[in-house]
């Protein structure tokens, strides 16, 4: 059975559609090639009709949710623009590795322009005022903030980390007033991500969420927002360049921490590679 797409499928139901919805299917075929990086809220604004309508667009095309419209629309973008996946399979090594450059500078360029020095700052407060900071995400998020604890973890015993969902719930139930949640999440708007999140707020604790979102449903909960500009496909999802970028961020922060506390910070880190360089042989 060949797999109908998303074009066809929006043909197919047009004349059904209300009047809003019309008016979402017109924006996305006029911007198809924007509207796969957009969340829900920044579609929705674009359209300027509602979230809910966003939603109903997408079951009445027969799809369960956003993020599966999503998928399709960007299948059927890039069927129709060959020129957008910009690689060949028979392509040279070298033009790969000038390819991922490209790709890497351009993600960390984005971030650079978006990312907020007074939202940094406002962070590294949070964090230098902390009595612990759990440094959470999810999937390959959750790679990312091990990652970035580990480095944070070189500087004071009040950086951790947590597990899966299920122990991040548990240890957001744990958290009081005087605590952070250092979040990484590109989209922001996860299920257990929010179920985390609204567990460590209703209990007092700090969030600081990192993500490329400004309108995603985890922003609305998170004392700062620190934004990561890399663009990412729905067809890309876990892309290295947007690994990258949220990277930078955690760096740009850790540097920050760092000077801010530049006593314990040098006395913390000489201990500490004295500790590793003990292991070595």
């Known amino acids: 059975m060949v797999e109908q797409s998303f074009w066809d499928m929006l043909r197919a139901k047009r004349d059904s ?18 509207a796969q990086y957009l969340s829900i809220s920044s579609l929705a604004k ?30 059927a973008t890039a069927t129709a623009s060959p020129v957008a996946l910009k690689l060949e399979p028979g392509v ?11 790709m890497a500078v351009e993600a960390l360029n984005a971030t650079r322009n978006v990312l907020d020095p007074e939202a940094i700052d406002h962070a590294a407060t949070l964090l230098q005022r902390a009595r612990q900071v759990y440094c959470l995400g999810q999937g390959g998020s959750q ?4 990652d970035i604890w580990a480095r944070f973890s070189m500087l004071s015993t009040k950086f951790r980390t947590a597990g899966d969902s299920h122990m991040q719930a548990i ?17 922001g708007c996860t299920r257990d991500m929010m179920d985390t ?9 700090k969030v ?3 993500t490329h979102y400004d309108d995603a449903p985890g922003a609305a909960l998170a004392d700062v927002v620190l934004l ?54």
């Open 197 to 205: 999140l609204h567990i460590a707020k209703d209990n007092g604790a």
């Open 92 to 102: 040279d090594t070298q033009t790969l590795c000038n390819h991922a450059y490209t």
């Open 228 to 281: 990561c500009g890399a663009t990412e496909s729905p067809l890309d999802s876990g892309s290295i360049p947007a690994k990258l970028a949220m990277l930078f961020v955690a760096n740009v922060l850790v540097l920050r921490y760092t000077l801010d506390n530049q006593e314990l910070a040098n006395l913390s880190l000489s201990r500490t590679s004295q500790a590793l360089g003990n292991k070595l042989l």
């Open 46 to 75: 674009s359209c300027g009709v509602a979230e809910a309508t966003i939603f109903r667009f997408c079951r009445s095309l027969g799809f369960q949710g956003y993020n599966e419209m999503k998928i399709a629309l960007a299948k």
């Open 208 to 210: 600081i969420l990192v």
């Open 171 to 187: 240890t957001a139930s744990l958290m009081g007033p005087e605590d952070v949640v250092l979040f990484i999440s590109y989209s």
């Open 143 to 146: 790679v990312l903030a091990g």
């Open 17 to 34: 559609l209300t009047k809003s919805g019309a008016i979402v299917a017109d924006y996305l075929m006029q911007h198809a090639e924007d």
